[in-house]
T-cell receptor, first 117, second 110 residues
């Protein structure tokens, strides 16, 4: 298993500013992902955070808006840049952990609730 | 990635067995079927995962027919605390990130 913590747990920000969300895992993991969950909606994958290389972004998400760092196998950050009210969401960090011979289990952090005014 | 279809919502009384069926017609040979549970203000939590036939753990059972084009999550004797959103996901079990569908919102009534 994996225990994931995120900071901050919530924040209220002004339009045009940026917020960096931290994700810390209690063990080294190869796979780390960032998701967004807008109010009342399902989770949407933003990107895969790659250690030692640039993140892999999903369609609709770009590095300039959501820069991601992955300096080591236990830590990642997601920055939400130049925020607008449409960025108000819960942002979740997730990791993949080997759970069997041939498959992994994905664990999720508690999320960061962001409100942009 | 295989697309999944599941009911948007379900209601159940306490103590009843709840079965949530998910369709995944274009599941690939190396895909696993995984179910997650999400309570409000929390991240999703793994419930159960299977490849074929039946899998049971302390929380739920997962039934998968031979053609694997659908699966059924069975929650025995639900309680109010089982009120949550349940997601059915199909994929290669962690080698690529999970892609979430809309999920099923289960409401358990006293």
């Amino acid at each position: 298993s994996a225990v994931i913590s995120q900071k901050p747990s919530r924040d209220i920000c002004q339009r045009g500013t940026s917020l960096t969300i931290q994700c810390q895992v209690d063990s080294q993991v190869t796979m780390m992902f960032w998701y967004r969950q807008q109010p009342g909606q399902s989770l949407t994958l933003i990107a895969t955070a790659n250690q030692g290389s640039e993140a892999t972004y999903e369609s609709g998400f770009v590095i300039d808006k959501f820069p991601i760092s992955r300096p080591n196998l236990t830590f990642s950050t997601l920055t939400v840049s130049n925020m607008s009210p449409e960025d108000s969401s819960i942002y979740l960090c997730s990791v993949g952990v080997l759970a069997g011979v041939s498959y992994n289990e994905q664990f999720f952090g508690p999320g960061t609730r962001l409100t942009v005014l | 990635l295989a697309k999944t279809t599941q009911p948007i919502s379900m209601d159940s009384y306490e103590g009843q067995e709840v079965n949530i069926t998910c369709s995944h017609n274009n599941i690939a040979t190396n895909d696993y079927i995984t179910w997650y549970q999400q309570f409000p203000s929390q991240g999703p939590r793994f419930i159960i995962q299977g490849y074929k036939t039946k899998v049971t753990n302390e929380v739920a059972s997962l039934f998968i027919p031979a053609d694997r084009k659908s699966s059924t999550l069975s929650l025995p004797r639900v309680s109010l605390s089982d009120t949550a959103v349940y997601y059915c996901l199909v994929g290669d079990a962690g080698n690529t990130p999970l892609v979430f569908g809309k999920g099923t919102r289960l409401s358990v009534i006293a």
